[in-house]
């Protein structure tokens, strides 16, 4: 089974920046489609970032300009950095795959970015 481990979130005043990572149990991060979600108590999980098997990346119009996603090792880690942050973007953070029909269900715990003064 596919497994995902995201670190790197925590506590970040507003316009500070944080970068996560994702550390994925086999070496398709340059084969497939990663993805970063995010997910609050009052909002359904959200696509935040993407990048595919070509590195075209994509992203939410709320996160354009501030977030960036990189797979540098193109085996299996994944990065979101970070930047400008703001309250809106406190959430839960999760890393996934996507072979073409959306994400897997194989979801990690995610981890918890918050950004308040």
């Known amino acids: 089974q596919v497994q995902f481990v995201e670190s790197g979130g925590g506590l970040v005043q507003p316009g500070g920046s944080l970068r996560l990572s994702c550390a994925t149990s086999?070496?398709?991060?340059?084969?497939?489609?990663m993805g970063w979600y995010r997910q609050t108590p009052e909002k359904q999980r959200e696509l935040v970032a993407s990048?595919?098997?070509?590195?075209?990346?994509n992203y939410a119009d709320s996160v354009k300009g501030r977030f960036t996603i990189s797979r540098p090792d193109a085996k299996t880690t994944v990065y979101l950095q970070m930047n400008s942050l703001k309250p809106e973007d406190t959430a839960v953070y999760y890393c996934?795959?996507?072979?073409?029909?959306?994400?897997?269900?194989?979801w990690g715990q995610g981890t918890q970015v918050t950004v308040s003064s």
């Open positions: 086999a070496n398709f991060v340059g084969i497939y489609a």
């Open positions: 996934n795959v996507d072979a073409g029909r959306g994400p897997s269900s194989c």
């Open positions: 990048i595919d098997n070509s590195g075209s990346t």
